[in-house]
């Protein structure tokens, strides 16, 4: 499974959007949003996508640090 940066705003350099995905199933969810098997529509390949409800741009960027801190 591939870990791939999702929010609910879609970014310039984004390839894909939240509706390219299917669900699958949740993994889990807390305060800070909910963490999704998500298959790619075009592929059936299997992704684990985090959804963040942020639309404060500080908790935005927040979360962007956490998904940079995961791809290291």
Excluded: W
């Excluded at 894909?16 to 298959?39: P, Q, T």
């Amino acid at each position: 499974m591939h870990v791939i940066p999702q929010f609910d705003i879609e970014e310039e350099n984004s390839t894909h959007c939240y509706a390219d995905y299917e669900f699958v199933k949740e993994l889990s969810s807390g305060a800070f949003g909910r963490v999704l098997i998500m298959n790619l529509k075009q592929t059936g390949e299997p992704f684990v996508m985090k959804r963040v409800p942020f639309k404060d741009p500080i908790k935005i960027q927040m979360a962007m640090q956490e998904v940079d801190m995961l791809l290291k």
